[in-house]
Each structure stands twice: as C-alpha cells, then as structure tokens.
C-alpha cells in the first residue's frame, strides 16, 4: 500500500459495535508525525463520542504497525503549531532549546498518550511488523496489545544516550529486569518474548491478526459500558499507585536531560541518531 500527502494519514471505520483506527504512512512504516497525533486524537474522540461504538481496537495500514516518532521524513512537522488538547502549555514553535522541547513532547507525545490510556471505552493495540519507540507508546497507551507472529518490540533510543521514550511505561509492562534489558541492548524483542514478559496478551498467525483482534473487540463490546469504563479506570488508578505516573514524571526529566546534553556538545538533541541508522542497527 502507498499513500501520498493527499491520503488522509489515519483512517477510520466502524465494523459493528467497533471502531477500527488505523496510522496510514505505511510508506514510511507509519512514522508518527505531529500531524497523525492529532488525526489519532480526532479519531479516538468520534469513537468515544458515537454510542453505537463499544471498543477500539487501533493497527497500522501496511507491513508495520508504527516505525516511532517521525525523525526523518519530508512531512516530519516538529516546527508547525497545531491546537494543544493534552496539557496547558505555551507552543513549542518560536522557542528555543528545552523550552520548544519540553512543550512539544509535553503535549504531543506524553501528554497525549496519557490522554488515550484514559479513553473510557477499551482501546486494543492490533501489532504487526514494527513496533519501535514511539510505536510502543501507543501501543501501551491502550488496554492490551495482539500482535501477530512476526511482530517485534524495540525501543532503540539509549542509542542516542535518552533514557527510553517520553511514556515511559517499560518497568510496568514487563518487568524492571526485563525494561533493562530492552534499554541497554537496544535489541528487538519478539512477539513471543513478549508475550512471556506479559506486555503482549495474545500472538497469532498475521494472516489472523485482523479476525482474532476484532472477535475479541466484538466480545468485549458486549458487556455494559459503564463497567468496562469503571473497570478500565480501577486498573488505571491501581497502576498509578504502583507508581507507573510519578515515575513517567521522573524519567521525562531525565529524558529532557539527555536532550539538553546532547544538543550541547554534538548540536543535535538526538546525538545524530537518524531513521536509517535505526533501520541499520536492526539489521545488524
């Protein structure tokens, strides 16, 4: 599938009593720009606001889920303004330094994910191909992951001396042991190691990963909907009191640190680490 800068860069359907949202750059492996934080939103919000939707379930159009954070690509917009929904803040456009960077990923990468991990209708990651940085937020932002057989978890930013990505959720979805691991190596973790962690609930064949995820979204939109809000809410709240949202606090700091540091002795926030040097270091 290809798509140019016409192609709208999230779609949306409704199969049922499920909203089906899916990223669409799967030219660019679905590299998530300013622009598809804000279609996502726009799209999590008329799932929410229509009655007859019951779940969500969200995937990527193409061969990969999500590559991460766009770095690269011709319609990477991290100097465009575009309407602040998650946090309070002044625009990150006219500023310099950490105070451009810290606005922006306050708003467009934590505050946001933060945004839909409280979405009160249950939200489904369906992940295949890459799952890399910025792709792991949203999949984590959502209530539980399928992914299929030849899906691959990674979060490579330590390359770049940044201690993981702005949603920092990898000790609560795995283990600490295991977030360690993931951190230092940099390496992919496969659906099944995954799977084994707890950070993925089911792994199935990619070319079911499309069925299997809507029969459960269908079998979840069948119960009341104030409890599956109540109960999303309950679990949500239990995370945060094992402290997942003070420490996301604590390692965006760090986080912002690290791209301090590295804008000051090398001039680039992100150590001249590039998509191509990414893909490179997968292939290694």
Known sequence: MSTDEHDPVVTYEVRGAVAVIRLNRPRYRNAQNSRVTYALDAAFVRAVDDDDVKAIVLGGNGDHFCAGHDIGTPERDIDQSFERRAVIWWDHVGAEGVDSRFARESEVYLGMCRRWREIPKPVIAMVQGACIAGGLM???????????????????????GIPGVEFFAHPWV???????????????????????????????????????????????????????????????????????????????????????????????????????TIRDGEKA
């Open 138 to 160: 949203l999949a984590w932002s959502c209530d539980f992951i399928v992914a299929s057989a030849d899906a691959f978890f990674q979060d490579p930013v330590v390359t770049m």
């Open 174 to 276: 795995t283990n600490p042991r295991a977030a360690k691991e993931m951190l230092y190596t940099g390496d992919r973790m496969s659906a099944d190691r995954a799977y084994e962690l707890g950070m993925v609930n089911h792994v199935v064949p990619r070319e079911e990963l499309e069925e299997r995820t809507l029969a459960i979204a269908e079998r979840i939109a069948r119960m009341p909907r104030l409890g599956l809000a109540l109960t999303k809410k309950a679990v949500n709240q239990a995370e945060d009191l094992q402290g997942m949202r003070a420490g996301m606090d604590s390692v965006f700091g760090l986080h912002h640190a690290a791209h301090a540091h590295n804008a000051e002795v090398g001039g680039d926030s992100l150590a001249g680490v590039t998509a191509r």
